[in-house]
Structure formats: structure tokens, C-alpha cells
């Protein structure tokens, strides 16, 4: 009988926070110039006053994800990122993986019964665009394919390519 249960969950296309692919919905800042795909069953929770991004929630799970867009002094994007790792060490979390890159980066912390990702992408104007979504550690391997598609989907608007420094 669960083994039925389970083909049903799979071939019904029910997996947990990765839905449908047409379940997930785009979320555009036009003050950076990026954009990234928003899960199913995150609701928006609240805009930026000042159009640096968005704040959603998932009441189904408790996960919550923020989006937003920086200028780092100087540019220095590799910088911005050590910084912002330096401040979820100062709030707490356990950084258990970072890969910084002069274009990308990817880190990931723990804290008590929670974890974090968050994906940053360098911009064209010298900006920068970061998501970060914790969720309950016990939901892990449920988000990882979520926290593909995100890390994916986040990307310069059209027309921008930057290059990594030289």
C-alpha cells in the first residue's frame, strides 16, 4: 500500500516544495536589473520602500526567502560577499559551505534548527543581486531541488553580462 502511495506522489507530480514548474512565478527588480524565479508557496510578505527587493514567505513550511539587489563599495563584489558571511557569523550561524567566485557565490549556515542558502550574482554596474531562503533543517533534502532552480533562475536582466575582473 505505500509503495502505491508513492508512485501516486510521483506520478501526480507532488514532490514537496519543487511543484510544478508552472507553479513558480518570476520576480523582477527593475532598480538592479535581475531577476529570479520564485517558489511555489511563497507569498510575498513585503517590498523594499526603497526597490532593493522583496521579502516572501511559505506558511505551508515557515521557509522564508528575501531578494535584493546592493552596491558594494567600490564594485568589489568578492568583498560584499565575505562581508555578508561575516555578518551571519556575527548573528549566529554555523558556515558550513561558501564558494565565492568573481562573478557567483554560494554559501550555506546552520543555526540551531534552521539552515540558510544564499546565492549571489555580480551585475553589470559594478551591483549585485543576492537571494537567501532558510527553512527548517528537518526540510532539507526537500529544498535542495528548490535551491537548484533558484540558484539557476537568478540572473542579470537581459543585456547584462559581467565580466569577471580581470
Known amino acids: 500500500m505505500r509503495r502505491a502511495f508513492f508512485a501516486f506522489l510521483l506520478l501526480t507530480g507532488f514532490v514537496g516544495p519543487a511543484a510544478a ?13 535581475y531577476t529570479i524565479d520564485i517558489p511555489p508557496g511563497f507569498e510575498l510578505s513585503r517590498k523594499a520602500d526603497n526597490g532593493d527587493g522583496a521579502s516572501f514567505r511559505a506558511d505551508d513550511t515557515g521557509a522564508t526567502l528575501m531578494v535584493f539587489g546592493t552596491h558594494p563599495l567600490d564594485g568589489d563584489f568578492e568583498t560584499d560577499v565575505a562581508e555578508r558571511i561575516g555578518y551571519e557569523k556575527q548573528d549566529g550561524w554555523r558556515i558550513i559551505f561558501s564558494r565565492v567566485t568573481p562573478v557567483w557565490a554560494s554559501f550555506s549556515g546552520a543555526r540551531e534548527s534552521d539552515v540558510f542558502y544564499a546565492r549571489a550574482i555580480a551585475l553589470c554596474d559594478g551591483s549585485a543581486a543576492y537571494f537567501r531562503l532558510q527553512y527548517r533543517k528537518s526540510k532539507l ?15 542579470p536582466s537581459e543585456g547584462c553580462h559581467p565580466a569577471a575582473p580581470d
Not at 514548474?21 to 536589473?33: K, L, Q, S, T, V
Open 21 to 33: 514548474d508552472d507553479d513558480w512565478h518570476p520576480y523582477a527588480n527593475p532598480r538592479f536589473g
Open 141 to 155: 533534502t526537500s529544498f535542495d531541488g528548490v535551491i537548484s532552480r533558484m540558484a539557476e533562475a537568478l540572473r
